[in-house]
């Protein structure tokens, strides 16, 4: 009983000094086609690797989700989509990312708009 309250007690002890620390996350999306392609970067590089890239066309209503990706430990990503691309106005999405146990939060972030005609 005696060593269950002292585990409990210094668990408790690590949890409450542990602070997360946010980090912005910018993400660049080219316009060459027959792929979307871009880079996300980071000043943390956990933030860079791994990351889901998702590529959506604006709609009326809710927007359309075209595809996926995961970013390369250099942040690099793409998504190839159909020949006959339709026109309209896309753009990129990388949701929020972290880990609590290493206390980085990586925050979200859109590409800009690329317009096809």
Not at 47 to 63: I, S, T
Not at 85 to 112: E, F, N, T
Request: hydrophobic fraction near 40%; aromatic fraction near 10%; charged fraction near 20%.
């Amino acid at each position: 009983m005696i060593c269950a309250c002292i585990g409990v007690a210094a668990l408790a002890g690590v949890s409450a000094s542990a602070q997360t620390v946010a980090y912005k996350t910018t993400l660049f999306m080219s316009e060459t086609f027959p792929a979307f392609h871009g880079k996300l970067h980071s000043p943390n590089g956990f933030c860079e690797d791994g990351r889901r890239v998702k590529l959506f066309k604006q709609r009326f209503g809710e927007d359309k989700m075209l595809g996926k990706d995961r970013t390369a430990d250099n942040g690099h990503w793409k998504v190839a989509v159909e020949k006959n691309l339709s026109s309209g106005v896309y753009y990129a999405k990388a949701p929020a990312y972290g880990s609590a146990s290493l206390g980085i939060q990586c925050k979200p972030d859109m590409s800009r708009i690329a317009v096809v005609d």
